[in-house]
């Protein structure tokens, strides 16, 4: 209760500001209903997407309803595909055996001469 009292003084505090800003959304709505469009001519415009919309909801929450739930945690079936992609297969990494200096140094390529 409160929070209420707290809104009260505030609202009283700024009505200046808050009577400016009913004002403001009573003219845009008066404006926007004078020259905008009617409901019915905008609906009339826009049914085929209305009704395709909604059916493809429809479609959406059908499927939802009637495919199979989402599997468990412990299903690994696409985690060899995520590797792949990833680049993270077992025989691509390079083993941590092989000590720092047995590996050979890279040479940079000659420059080009044009």
Do not use: N, Y
């Not at 003219?27 to 209305?50: E, H, K, M, Q």
């Not at 959406?60 to 412990?74: C, E, K, M, N, Q």
């Amino acid at each position: 209760m409160a929070t209420k009292g707290k809104l009260g003084e505030l609202v009283w505090e700024h009505r200046v500001q808050a009577a400016a800003a009913v004002a403001f959304v009573a003219a845009a709505a008066v404006s926007i209903s004078a020259v905008g469009p009617r409901l019915g001519a905008v609906v009339s415009f826009f049914w085929p997407l209305l009704v395709s919309t909604g059916l493809f909801l429809v479609a959406v929450a059908v499927l939802l309803r009637i495919s199979p739930p989402p599997a468990g945690d412990d299903d690994e079936s696409g985690k060899e595909l995520i590797d792949f992609v990833a680049g993270c297969r077992p025989e691509h990494l390079v083993p941590d055996a092989a000590p720092p200096a047995a590996v050979a140094p890279v040479e940079a390529p000659p420059e080009l001469q044009i």
